[in-house]
């Protein structure tokens, strides 16, 4: 009898600090929604067996050269294998890390999580191994932007952390609700990095339940304003988003003509998956960048979809418990996330062909972490998104099993976009 009323009043005492997560947990909603498939069932489904390999392996190093006249690195393929290796940053040497993240801070107990390194499958490649130095040296003078959703936050954060170990960055812009904007300086380096928040990178109006409008709207054809302003002043572009796609959403293209909906079975329009959807409004901003950029020495990055990991419901306290990654084999990749990613490889790929056959300067590249994330079930807050989260017992206690800790296995993410900027440099 106690139970719901236990939960309420965490829920709302929560609230405050942990809407930002909400919201996008309350995306997952609508993949049960749209897909036939419940999105909870998929997570069992996939899981076959369970732990990693327990085997400990130092650090891979020192084989970049004999990758010298190889084919590149591909990032995508690999497995986790356990390192001695320290993270860069903690909880406390790092102001940034949005309260929710800060997994060792909220008193999350088991440590094994951080100690993971992402070794691609072709073993002469070196696991991405991030220097701070490095990367501010690359991105010198330059401004680097992430745009997208609060999976962009995360990534930004990661990075902020990371780059944080080398140069003290000020602050020196943050406004919209929630700390939707945001820019840092480096001034040793003359760095600028930002994060400008657009979670369909296109023109949309979110839905509004107060006025019983259910669906959001999407304008395919407009960049959002919010970004598309502000791109003469950045030098590097990160797309990073595809979660909200997945919600119920009318569509409009050239002209604004109604092209059709994702919900089809209610409502008289045409069917237009979120797939398609998601694709779409990244051709347009893609085409956006390259339209202004295409001569340029700039650069723009698409960070490939992560899918959450909840086992049970999301919204009925479903957790994410386990301690170290999935092997190889443990799991297979559902149409959700292989179509996302999907879409992403191949707007890239369109984009990538459309600056070479003009001879332009503009790189473009995807920063492909859809596999290497999928396999850390282990890397989420879980309940750790607030301290003490058991204090009131452990019933009704919610789970973040989206976003990602850190210091975690995101900061995998920023080791690639390094080594991607260091090729892009030697070319
Ligand atoms: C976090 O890092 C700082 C700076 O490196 C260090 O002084 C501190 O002891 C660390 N804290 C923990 C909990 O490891
Ligand atoms: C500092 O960085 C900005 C980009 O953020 C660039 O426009 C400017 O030219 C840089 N200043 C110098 C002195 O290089
Ligand atoms: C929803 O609609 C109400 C009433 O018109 C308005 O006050 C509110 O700002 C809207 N919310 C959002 C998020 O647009
Ligand atoms: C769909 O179209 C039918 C026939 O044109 C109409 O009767 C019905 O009201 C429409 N439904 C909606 C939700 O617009």
Same mark, same amino acid.
């Given at each position: 009898?106690?139970?719901?009323?236990?939960?309420?009043?965490?829920?709302?005492?929560?609230?405050?600090?942990?809407?930002?997560?909400?919201?996008?947990?309350?995306?997952?909603?609508?993949?049960?929604?749209?897909?036939?498939?419940?999105?909870?069932?998929?997570?069992?489904?996939?899981? %076959?067996?369970?732990?990693?390999?327990?085997?400990?392996?130092?650090?891979?190093?020192? %084989?970049?050269?004999?990758?010298?006249?190889?084919?590149?690195?591909? *990032?995508?393929?690999?497995?986790?294998?356990?390192?001695?290796?320290?993270?860069?940053?903690?909880?406390?040497?790092?102001?940034?890390?949005?309260?929710?993240?800060?997994?060792?801070?909220?008193?999350?107990?088991?440590?094994?999580?951080?100690?993971?390194?992402?070794?691609?499958?072709?073993?002469?490649? /070196?696991?991405?191994?991030?220097?701070?130095?490095?990367?501010?040296?690359?991105?010198?003078?330059?401004?680097?932007? &992430?745009?997208?959703?609060?999976?962009?936050?995360?990534?930004?954060?990661?990075?902020?952390?990371?780059?944080?170990?080398?140069? =003290? /960055?000020?602050?020196?812009?943050?406004?919209?609700?929630?700390?939707?904007?945001?820019?840092?300086? &480096?001034? +040793?380096?003359?760095?600028?990095?930002?994060?400008?928040?657009?979670?369909?990178?296109? =023109?949309?109006? !979110?839905?509004?339940?107060?006025?019983?409008?259910?669906?959001?709207?999407?304008?395919?054809?407009?960049?959002?304003?919010?970004?598309?302003? +502000?791109?003469?002043?950045? !030098?590097?572009?990160?797309?990073?988003?595809?979660?909200?796609?997945?919600?119920?959403?009318?569509?409009?293209?050239?002209?604004?003509?109604?092209?059709?909906?994702? #919900?089809?079975? +209610?409502?008289?329009?045409?069917?237009?998956?979120?797939?398609?959807?998601?694709?779409?409004?990244?051709?347009?901003?893609? =085409?956006?960048?390259?339209?202004? &950029?295409?001569?340029?020495?700039?650069?723009?990055?698409?960070?490939?979809?992560?899918?959450?990991?909840?086992?049970?419901?999301? !919204?009925?306290? @479903?957790?994410?418990?386990?301690?170290?990654? *999935?092997?190889?084999?443990?799991?297979?990749?559902?149409?959700?996330? %292989?179509?996302?990613?999907?879409?992403?490889?191949?707007?890239?790929?369109?984009?990538?062909?459309?600056?070479?056959?003009?001879?332009?300067?503009?790189?473009? @590249?995807?920063?492909?972490?859809? %596999?290497?994330?999928?396999?850390?079930?282990?890397?989420?807050?879980?309940?750790?998104? #607030?301290?003490?989260?058991?204090?009131? @017992?452990?019933?009704?206690?919610?789970?973040?099993?989206?976003?990602?800790?850190? /210091? @975690? /296995?995101?900061?995998?993410?920023?080791?690639?976009?390094?080594?991607?900027?260091?090729?892009?440099?030697?070319?």
């Amino acid at each position: 009898m106690g139970k719901p009323k236990n939960q309420t009043h965490i829920i709302r005492k929560l609230m405050p600090y942990v809407l930002y997560t909400l919201i996008p947990l309350a995306l997952l909603h609508y993949y049960t929604y749209i897909s036939p498939r419940c999105y909870i069932q998929i997570a069992h489904k996939r899981l %076959k067996t369970t732990a990693a390999s327990d085997s400990i392996t130092p650090p891979v190093q020192g %084989k970049a050269a004999e990758l010298k006249n190889q084919p590149r690195c591909d *990032y995508f393929d690999g497995h986790w294998v356990q390192t001695i290796a320290k993270p860069l940053y903690n909880g406390t040497s790092c102001g940034t890390i949005k309260w929710a993240q800060n997994c060792m801070i909220n008193g999350r107990p088991d440590t094994g999580y951080l100690y993971w390194q992402w070794q691609p499958k072709d073993n002469r490649c /070196p696991a991405p191994v991030f220097d701070a130095s490095v990367f501010l040296g690359i991105i010198k003078n330059k401004h680097i932007a &992430f745009i997208g959703d609060s999976l962009a936050r995360n990534q930004l954060e990661s990075l902020i952390c990371l780059l944080s170990t080398a140069s =003290k /960055p000020e602050l020196v812009y943050q406004g919209g609700d929630d700390l939707k904007f945001r820019r840092w300086v &480096f001034y +040793e380096y003359n760095v600028t990095l930002s994060s400008l928040w657009s979670q369909y990178l296109v =023109k949309g109006i !979110d839905r509004n339940q107060s006025k019983g409008i259910d669906h959001n709207t999407l304008y395919f054809d407009t960049p959002n304003e919010k970004w598309a302003s +502000e791109l003469d002043q950045i !030098d590097i572009v990160v797309f990073h988003n595809g979660h909200w796609f997945v919600q119920k959403a009318i569509y409009y293209g050239e002209g604004n003509q109604l092209l059709g909906c994702n #919900f089809p079975q +209610e409502s008289n329009c045409t069917e237009l998956n979120f797939y398609d959807a998601f694709r779409k409004a990244l051709r347009t901003s893609l =085409k956006e960048v390259t339209k202004r &950029f295409i001569k340029s020495d700039k650069a723009v990055v698409v960070a490939t979809f992560t899918l959450a990991h909840f086992e049970g419901d999301w !919204d009925k306290f @479903g957790t994410c418990l386990r301690t170290e990654p *999935y092997k190889e084999g443990d799991v297979e990749m559902q149409d959700l996330e %292989k179509n996302m990613r999907k879409a992403a490889i191949e707007e890239v790929a369109t984009a990538v062909k459309d600056v070479k056959e003009v001879a332009g300067g503009l790189r473009i @590249g995807a920063l492909d972490v859809t %596999k290497l994330t999928f396999l850390r079930p282990d890397g989420h807050p879980g309940p750790y998104m #607030f301290p003490n989260p058991f204090a009131n @017992g452990k019933e009704g206690v919610m789970n973040d099993c989206m976003h990602w800790c850190l /210091p @975690g /296995p995101i900061d995998t993410w920023n080791a690639i976009l390094l080594e991607l900027m260091k090729r892009w440099k030697d070319e």
